[in-house]
């Protein structure tokens, strides 16, 4: 079998929309990426990588409903599909492996 | 609760210089976050960072037009140059080179130009640049800015292997750091002209 195909964006991304679940969208990924690597993030790059992940089928978007507060503007969400689980799931198993018994990371 | 309207103009120049891609979304995740208390500037630096990555993402989803562009960028840049170097034929000279053959023109040609030469030579280079950005975005409308954008990246990614070269033969000596502050000066200007000119080009979404 294969191993996985997923970047470190890519990766990342899918793991915050599992975290996330019916609540994913680009605000939220954004602030959970921003939370966990304490780094500011451009949200047009979260949109790249999740545009990405769409299109090789790992997530699906959806429109909500639009409100004032986004000035008449739908938020989209994302979710993460099964087959976007066997590759993280995957990918887990991979660094599990490779990240065993290094002794630099005690 | 009063709604805070963030600068209209950030998000109309998103749509103007991007026009291929969907950005409703974006933009209202950023209207969202700025109701939250995101300033200005962040907002501005989001978009500026939304116009690189979609233009990055246009590029490698249409190679062969980002390629068309650079090149029309070229050929505009060699007839511009070429153009430069006749009309200072002209303007010092009294005349021009045609094939092989030297024309001289009267001397009322040249003597009134020759005082202010160099403005008028810098309004020529400062047009010249204009039109180059603005003949790249209209050839390539659909894709915006981006072709300008790419243009700019490799005219840059040139000028820099050929100061390398002269770097290397001068040993980076003070006369050759000189030369550098005066190319990178030269290549922003450049770059804001070539973007003018693109954005002159672009149309609203609206009327695209």
Known sequence: MAGPSLGTNDLMILLVLMRLG????????AREIEETTRRPVALASVYATLDRLVERGFAVSELGEPTAERGG??????????????????????FVKLWKDLPQLG | MRLRQPPRFAGRLLKRLVPAQEHDALLGDLHEEYQRGRSV?????????AIVVRSLKDVRANPLAAARAVITGLLAQMFLLSLFSSLENILTGGGYIW?????????????????????????IWIAGNVIIGWLIVRLHRAHGLTGVLVYCCV?????????????????????????????????????????AGGYLATRTAKTA
Request: charged share 15%; proline share 3%.
């Open chain 1, 22 to 29: 019916d609540d994913a969208y680009g605000v939220t990924i």
């Open chain 2, 41 to 49: 500037a962040w907002y501005c630096l989001q978009i500026l960072a």
């Open chain 2, 99 to 123: 094939g092989s053959r030297w024309i001289g023109l009267p001397w009322y040609w040249h003597w009134p130009y020759a005082r202010s030469l160099y403005t008028v030579m810098q309004g």
């Open chain 2, 155 to 195: 005219i840059s990614a040139l000028r820099a292997a050929g100061l390398l070269q002269i770097a290397r033969i001068t040993h980076w000596s003070p006369d050759f750091l000189i030369l550098l502050i005066g190319a990178v000066n030269g290549q922003i200007r450049e770059w804001i002209l070539l973007i």
């Open chain 1, 73 to 94: 503007r739908a938020k989209k969400f994302f979710r993460i599909t099964g087959k976007g689980v066997r590759e993280v799931r995957a990918a887990k198993q991979s």
